[in-house]
């Protein structure tokens, strides 16, 4: 790996470590309640107080930021590290089974496929209900498809190599062939997916609350804050662009680690 490649890989990984850490303590040091209720500090702009200004009740807008992160960004992380997990578990065992198994896990990612990704998670989210947890839960259920494919086709090109036959004629366990020799091989390209597709869960959680699903009252996520601030965005506009603006943070943080972690990974497969 490059100098350049290490250089820009560690600000990366710097800029998402940070982006962590605000959003666990930044719920410990919010400078006001952000379930505290001020008719009288209704929709105030951003002033010395209220840095990025007051919603429809009063309540500070810049507090419910910091106190909404952990729900959305550990929420977008739980459902991309248990879509990697689902779908590298099942296209890793179909590729290296075969047979009838192979052929019922690549049936239903079919179906799954056949529907529009985003109205697959609407659909979903309505018949659970509303609330963050129905939302993860949804987005889990769609969301491990394409690492399902990938992983089946990363696995059905690298077991026919010589290395995993000799270990096969050898007579290593099927599990020790997948864990020591196939797993490692697909587990970079797979990584990059699930940090890309952190920004991807991100920007559909903060798309559910404007369909009247998305969480529900008390939890704050900055979708739900958008959605709340949607009625008085001409009048207050900072009720929307603040928890945009944050959105947009943690979206590009976790874009530009997938991008140097697949420039550094594909950089060393070029390298070998």
């Not at 993860?136 to 399902?148: F, K, M, N």
């Not at 952190?198 to 804050?225: N, T």
């Amino acid at each position: 790996m490059r100098n350049n490649t290490k250089k820009s890989l560690l600000f990366a990984g710097i800029f998402v470590a940070a982006v962590l850490l605000v959003s666990v303590v930044g719920q410990f040091i919010t400078p006001n309640n952000p379930q505290e209720t001020k008719l009288a500090h209704s929709l105030l702009a951003p002033n010395a107080a209220y840095w990025l200004g007051t919603d429809k009740l009063g309540r500070c807008v810049r507090s419910r930021i910091l106190a909404g992160a952990p729900n959305t960004v550990f929420s977008a992380l739980f459902v991309s590290v248990a879509s990697f997990a689902i779908g590298a578990f099942l296209g890793t065992t179909a590729a290296f089974h075969g047979g009838t198994y192979e052929k019922l896990v690549m049936s239903v990612t079919s179906l799954f496929q056949a529907f529009p990704k985003f109205v697959l998670i609407v659909a979903l989210a309505g018949v659970l209900g509303a609330g963050l947890k129905n939302s993860i839960v949804a987005l889990v259920l769609v969301c491990w498809v394409p690492y399902t494919r990938v992983s089946r086709s990363l696995v059905l090109e690298i077991k026919n190599n010589d290395y995993v036959k000799a270990a096969q004629i050898c007579g290593a366990p099927p599990v020790t062939v997948l864990c020591r020799y196939i797993l490692p091989n697909i587990v970079g390209p797979l990584l990059v997916m699930c940090m890309l597709d952190v920004g991807s869960v991100i920007l559909s959680l903060a798309s559910l609350p404007y369909l009247g699903l998305g969480s529900a009252k008390p939890a704050i996520e900055w979708g739900s804050m958008m959605s709340e601030a949607k009625q008085s965005m001409l009048q207050a506009p900072w009720g929307v662009i603040f928890p945009g603006i944050a959105i947009f943070i943690i979206v590009s943080a976790f874009n530009l680690f997938a991008e140097k972690l697949s420039e550094s990974f594909y950089g060393v497969c070029e390298k070998n």
